[in-house]
C-alpha cells in the first residue's frame, strides 16, 4: 500500500522567508503527488500535483515542488512567505491499485510571523 | 469551485442515535469519497463510491456505512454515533478516475457526538 509522511507538524517561518514543507511517499509504482492548501475552518484546495513529464511542478500563489525519485521525496517549497500562506498543508498521493483513492499525510500548520 | 455541497455544516448529537450526512455534487463526477478529519490523523477515508451503488470500504470504515443511489449524491451513516466519531467530515469528489486527476473537496460537516 502507498503511504505518505509529513516531517514537521507544525512550521513557523518569518515573513519575506523561505518556506519549505516536507513529503516523502511510499510506493512500489510511479506515484501522482498532490498538495493541498486548508484555510481555517474551509474545506481543501489544490495547490499542485505532480503527473508525468517536468519534475518541478508550478502551483498557486507561488508555490512549487520538485519530485525526486531517488528521494522519494516531493517537497513544497516557497521562497518568500507571505503573511496570507498561514494555513495547514497536505501531501497527497493516489492509490496506485486502479481504485484511485488519495491517500493524505498528516498535515503540516504553517505559521507565518511577522 | 467544483459544486459540492455538504449538510448539515454543524451537528450535535447524542450518544447511540443514528446520524446522516449527505454530500450533494452538480458536476455528474463519478468518484465520491467520505473523509474524517482528526489532529495528528489528517485525512483519512471513511468509504469511497465508483459509481451508482458500487462503493467499496477505505481504512476507517467500521462504524459508517453509505449509499449512493444517484450519482449527484452520497450518503454517510453513522449507525450508532459514539463520541470517537466526534470530528470534521469531507465529502469529495473526482472526474475520471484516472490516477492524476485532483480530487475537489466540500466544506466539510462537524459532528459532535455528546
Known amino acids: 500500500a502507498q503511504s505518505v509522511t509529513q516531517l514537521g507538524s507544525h512550521v513557523s517561518v518569518s515573513e519575506g522567508a523561505l518556506v519549505l514543507l516536507r513529503c516523502n511517499y511510499s510506493?512500489?509504482?510511479?506515484?501522482?503527488l498532490f498538495w493541498y492548501v486548508q484555510y481555517p475552518n474551509q474545506g481543501l484546495q489544490l495547490l499542485l500535483k505532480y503527473t508525468t513529464g517536468a519534475t518541478l511542478v508550478k502551483g498557486i500563489n507561488g508555490f512549487e515542488a520538485e519530485f525526486k525519485k531517488s528521494e522519494t521525496s516531493f517537497h513544497l517549497t516557497k521562497p518568500s512567505a507571505h503573511m496570507s500562506d498561514a494555513a495547514e498543508y497536505f501531501c497527497?498521493?493516489?492509490?496506485?491499485?486502479?481504485?484511485?483513492?488519495?491517500?493524505f499525510g498528516t498535515g503540516t500548520r504553517l505559521k507565518v510571523l511577522a | 469551485d467544483a459544486g459540492i455541497t455538504q449538510s448539515p455544516r454543524h451537528k450535535v448529537t447524542e450518544t447511540g442515535t443514528p446520524v446522516t450526512l449527505r454530500c450533494h455534487q452538480t458536476e455528474n463526477h463519478r468518484y465520491m469519497y467520505w473523509y474524517r478529519q482528526d489532529p495528528g490523523h489528517g485525512l483519512r477515508l471513511i468509504h469511497y463510491?465508483?459509481?451508482?451503488?458500487?462503493?467499496d470500504k477505505g481504512e476507517v470504515s467500521d462504524g459508517y456505512s453509505v449509499s449512493r443511489s444517484k450519482t449527484e449524491d452520497f450518503l454517510l451513516t453513522l449507525e450508532s454515533a459514539t463520541s470517537s466519531q466526534t470530528s470534521v467530515y469531507f465529502c469529495?469528489?473526482?472526474?475520471?478516475?484516472?490516477?492524476?486527476?485532483?480530487?475537489?473537496f466540500g466544506q466539510g460537516t462537524r459532528l459532535t457526538v455528546v
Open positions: 463510491s465508483y459509481g451508482v451503488k458500487d462503493t
Open positions: 510506493s512500489s509504482v510511479p506515484p501522482y
Open positions: 469529495a469528489i473526482s472526474d475520471t478516475g484516472t490516477a492524476n486527476t485532483e480530487a475537489f
Open positions: 497527497a498521493v493516489t492509490d496506485s491499485s486502479g481504485t484511485y483513492k488519495y491517500i
